[in-house]
């Protein structure tokens, strides 16, 4: 069965902290990974990942994705307050155009 | 606008009663998905559509029908609402890039 596990589930940190989250998937024909994140109602996208190796940057937030140990990372530097969020992590399954999300992590960065 | 519009955005309704979420979107995507959200269980795919003669059932179907009207419409029913349908629901389109483009949900409450 297909699936994606993220961790933690929950984490809490001060502003200007560093959080790394975590993604790891086991699918049958993986196309790709992407990573959203929901403050309060529609996920809005932020990375996709097809190839290992290459990091994504986008201001403070960077991701990087590892295909041989099937896992992606989301690193954010120097959080905010407006950070605070749950972190959706998605799999494509090649041929499919579906995506199996993992449950989230929820960060609160406290100021 | 929206690129997807999620109607009503709040419901509230009795067991037993049948209900309609509707979704329409400008995006020209052939794609449309209904997913729900749960705590702690993250998105589960709901039905699936290709195009206006193209319905599939996804994960967690039972209890649920679809309706494709339009490229642009697709609309999500509950024959018989129960207590455990109560859940935030999710309409997305997806292109050939970037994965979804969410609405901005539907929070379902059953009584």
């Known amino acids: 069965e297909d699936k994606v596990v993220q961790s933690p589930l929950s984490l809490v940190v001060h502003e200007g902290d560093t959080v790394t989250l975590n993604c790891s998937y086991e699918?049958?024909?993986?196309?790709?990974l992407l990573w959203y994140k929901q403050e309060k109602k529609a996920p809005t996208f932020l990375f996709m990942l097809?190839?290992?190796?290459i990091e994504k940057k986008s201001g403070r937030l960077s991701s990087i994705l590892d295909k041989k140990e099937l896992f992606s990372i989301l690193n954010i530097t120097a959080t905010q307050t407006g950070d605070s969020a749950v972190y959706l992590c998605?799999?494509?399954?090649?041929?499919?155009?579906?995506?199996?999300f993992g449950t989230g992590t929820r960060l609160k960065v406290l100021a | 606008d929206a690129d997807v519009t999620q109607t009503p955005r709040n419901r509230i309704t009795k067991t037993g009663k049948r209900i309609m979420l509707e979704c329409s979107q400008t995006?020209?995507?052939?794609?449309m998905y209904w997913y729900r959200q749960d705590p702690g269980l993250g998105l589960r795919l709901i039905y699936y559509?290709?195009?206006?003669?193209?319905?599939n059932k996804g994960e967690i179907s039972d209890g649920y029908s679809v309706s494709r009207q339009a490229q642009a419409k697709f609309s999500l029913s509950l024959e018989s609402a129960i207590p455990n349908q109560t859940a935030l629901y999710f309409c997305?389109?997806?292109?050939?890039?970037?994965?979804?483009?969410f609405g901005s949900g539907t929070r379902l409450t059953v009584v």
């Open positions: 997305a389109t997806s292109g050939t890039a970037y994965g979804y483009t």
């Open positions: 699918v049958t024909n993986f196309r790709s």
């Open positions: 097809t190839s290992s190796g």
């Open positions: 998605a799999v494509e399954v090649s041929g499919t155009y579906k995506y199996i």
């Open positions: 995006k020209g995507h052939d794609r």
């Open positions: 559509s290709f195009d206006v003669k193209d319905i």
